[in-house]
């Protein structure tokens, strides 16, 4: 069992898209462990963001992230960090495939509706930014 670390991101909050996520999810099999409904800060933003920082999208990004409110959960199940990333599509919807959540959801390459962990690693990281006392 592996758990990773989804974020349903401003925009798709804003659109009431957080039951077909989580439907998306809970259809693929994967169980939310955890679950919290928030806004960030952009100084958090930034922090969350910190690999990213320097590159030309990264003011757009954490601008967009500290708009308003997000929902970060822990999501566990069998590979669960590579299945949440096929499950989720590529970065830009444009280039995202059909039945992917960004494909069908999302509203631009910023504006791509949710956020997961791509390596073990990261998904560490993050788990434990946004619910420090999860055991991964
Ligand atoms: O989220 P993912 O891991 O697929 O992509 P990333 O390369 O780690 O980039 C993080 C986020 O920055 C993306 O999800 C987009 O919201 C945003 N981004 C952007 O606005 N423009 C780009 N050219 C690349 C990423
Ligand atoms: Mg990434």
Redesign the pocket.
Known sequence: MEKTLLII?PDAVERSLIGEIIRRIESARLKIVNLRYMKMTKSVAEDF?E??RG????D??TN??SSGAIVPMVVMGDNAISGI?EL?G???PAEAHPGTI?YDLAV?????S???S?SPANAEREIHFFFPKEQV
């Open positions: 991101k963001y690999v990213h590159k030309p999208f990264y757009e990004l967009f992230m990333r989720i590529k970065t830009n960004r631009s390459h910023t504006k791509n949710v956020h997961a791509d």
